[in-house]
């Protein structure tokens, strides 16, 4: 605290001797943004020149990372824009429930799949010459199809996840850059007056692009080992400025001397609907502890739990990533809950409506309770945490294509390393593309299109679990599975799109005993999938005895 106390004084005096610059609303913690940004272009320059030439290199570091880097990578490229901006805004509609609803499972969940599904996948995946989770599928279930089917599907479901991360992203350059620039990029609301929390800052759209564009530039530059590096210093980033935000905007709200009573007074604060689960339907509730299974079919987590250098790597990861879900998640989710307390600001509404805009209570926070050099320097660590999933997903994509798609129908003898590591970059670029013109334009809540998103993976999560532990799955099984899957998640998005309630709100209501539960859309699609590809499993042929011996000891 006397550290926090002396920085803030050292920045009164700054802003004091400065000629002005500090005094301009939003060209600070646009200036800090543009430097943050600038290093990580620098990192991305730095790690090409470690780049070994290969294909091993490029996607998968040459299987060379270590505990600690694994733990930040891991952790970092599962902390995304949904865990920031999406939690806090979660948190701002539903109350403090949504830490258990989400976190404290994620924690939990999280590290058991890296246990169950990551461990178990690396040996196998180190000792077949797997990248990709196609790779792995197509030889267990000696099966093409299962690539062809799979590919659109990953692809996918992986674009709604950066659409997360780009959408984020541009909704918190523009609301902490608010008052850069009142003439160029004006924001008006109804009547015709400034939308104070995000008039004149950087727009959306150019906000999204800059940030595509960096991440885009390390990425290609660097591939894995440019990922894994930029994760870790972005984890890092994060995870220490966040606490300092926690910090102050906990003092900035509460107003009292000691930060321990500026939480009382906060809590206080906070209407007695939000302050408890109380309001918050218990089966709501449960279900919602299937979606954090989705890690264990990520693709980019995946390629992640490649680059380890040993299955001991994964200790530290188990152990520790429940603890980093906390710090990061606590903070976020309490600064959600203060912005309805009667202490808060009034936050920026949605352009052109009467709504709050609930993605940006995290920025807008920022921006009103901290100084201009200390709220760019936070910009810069919500920043970092959605970036750092950014990277990981626009490489896993490209190395899909590389690897399943064009590789595997030219023939890995008539592709060069260079070949497929050009064709990687190309397949980036083209996605990079793809998301940043879908985000357009885009006000979809964070939290909902998360959601969504990781209810698809978790729908596909009995294939994986079957695959590694199950004998009896046969490609007619995990294929019908998956078909089934998709197909019920494709018929209750679409519900979702056109209910009156919209995405966030669509549930799926089921009767026993006589009472009405609402439950979880994932519900339906991973019990869909479990029992389609177990029934069909069942009275299908089963893979040979050769190829389950690659994968399976002697019964």
Not at 262 to 287: C, D, H, Q, W, Y
Not at 330 to 341: D, K, M, N, Q, S
Not at 528 to 535: D, Q, R, W
Request: charged letters at 10%; aromatic letters at 12%.
């Amino acid at each position: 605290m006397m550290v926090l106390s002396h920085f803030q004084a050292f920045i009164a005096q700054a802003a004091a001797a400065d000629g002005g610059w500090l005094a301009h609303r939003g060209l600070p913690q646009f200036i800090i943004i543009l430097i943050y940004l600038s290093l990580l272009l620098l990192l991305g320059v730095f790690s090409s020149r470690l780049f070994k030439g290969t294909k091993e290199d490029y996607q998968v570091a040459s299987h060379s990372i270590g505990p600690f880097l694994l733990l930040m990578s891991i952790f970092g490229t599962t902390m995304t824009a949904f865990a920031l901006v999406g939690s806090s805004s979660e948190a701002f509609k539903e109350g403090i429930g949504v830490y258990g609803m989400l976190a404290s499972s994620s924690g939990i969940i999280h590290s058991l799949c890296f246990f169950v599904i990551g461990v178990k996948v690396w040996k196998v995946a180190r000792v077949r010459g797997y990248t990709t989770q196609i790779e792995f599928f197509r030889d267990r279930l000696d099966s093409d199809f299962i690539g062809l089917l799979l590919f659109p599907i990953l692809v996918g479901l992986v674009i709604p996840y950066l659409l997360v991360g780009v959408i984020g992203g541009g909704t918190v350059i523009q609301t902490l850059t608010a008052g850069l620039s009142p003439d160029w990029f004006p924001v008006l609301l109804p009547d015709g007056s400034p939308n104070r929390g995000v008039h004149g800052g950087v727009p959306p759209w150019l906000g999204a692009l800059l940030i595509c564009s960096v991440v885009l530039v390390y990425v290609f530059m660097g591939g894995m080992r440019g990922t894994t590096w930029a994760n870790t210093f972005q984890t890092m980033v994060f995870m220490i400025l966040g606490v300092v935000t926690f910090i102050m905007i906990a003092n900035r709200l509460g107003g009292q001397v000691n930060f321990m009573d500026n939480l009382r007074v906060l809590g206080e604060s906070i209407p007695e609907n939000r302050a408890t689960r109380s309001e918050m339907s218990k089966s709501l509730f449960f279900t919602y502890l299937l979606i954090p299974l989705s890690v264990g079919m990520f693709p980019h987590l995946f390629q992640h739990w490649m680059t380890a250098k040993s299955a001991a790597s994964f200790k530290i990861p188990l152990i520790c990533h429940p603890l980093f879900i906390m710090i990061v998640w606590v903070p976020c989710v309490l600064v959600g809950v203060w912005a309805t307390g009667e202490l808060a600001p009034s936050l920026p509404l949605i352009p052109g409506t009467d709504k709050v805009n609930a993605n940006a209570v995290l920025p807008f926070l920022v921006k009103t309770q901290t100084g201009p050099v200390l709220g760019g320097l936070l910009a810069a660590g919500i920043l970092a945490a959605i970036m750092s999933s950014l990277d990981s997903q626009f490489l896993c994509i490209g190395t899909i294509f590389s690897n399943d798609i064009y590789t595997h129908y030219r023939g890995a003898e008539n592709v060069s390393d260079q070949q497929q590591v050009f064709s990687t970059r190309m397949f980036i670029i083209g996605v990079v593309a793809v998301t940043y013109f879908l985000s357009l334009d885009n006000p979809t809540s964070v939290f909902a299109l998360g959601v969504w998103c990781f209810s698809g993976f978790s729908a596909l999560f009995p294939v994986v679990f079957l695959a590694l532990y199950w004998r009896g799955l046969s490609a007619a099984g995990a294929i019908s599975g998956v078909f089934a899957a998709i197909i019920s998640w494709s018929m209750l998005f679409y519900h979702g799109v056109h209910s009156p309630e919209g995405l966030r709100e669509f549930k799926f209501p089921v009767s026993i005993g006589g009472e009405e539960y609402l439950i979880m859309p994932v519900v339906v699609m991973f019990f869909s999938c479990l029992i389609t590809t177990v029934v069909v499993s069942w009275v299908t042929p089963k893979p040979n005895q050769e190829t389950l011996a690659k994968f399976f000891k002697p019964a």
